[in-house]
């Protein structure tokens, strides 16, 4: 799941993430799939983690621990 701050200057609701009310500056995930849908609204929402960034992080700590 990618990781998105929402910027707005209030409240929002969104359907794709089940109805849930979205506070201004509140971290979000949402399906990797999604990520450009949500980051292309720069007045909205700003980028914290792109998808896949986690799994690349955890491959880098699993390689210099080995």
Do not use: H, N
Request: aromatic share 6%; charged share 30%; glycine share 8%.
């Amino acid at each position: 799941m990618a990781r998105v701050r929402f910027i707005g200057p209030e409240p929002v609701t969104v359907p794709e993430l089940g109805d849930r009310v979205i506070q201004p500056d509140q971290l979000v995930e949402v399906p990797d799939a999604r990520f450009d849908g949500y980051v292309c609204q720069t007045t909205l929402w700003e980028p914290v983690e792109e998808p896949g960034a986690t799994k690349k992080v955890a491959a880098k700590s699993a390689a210099k621990e080995g």
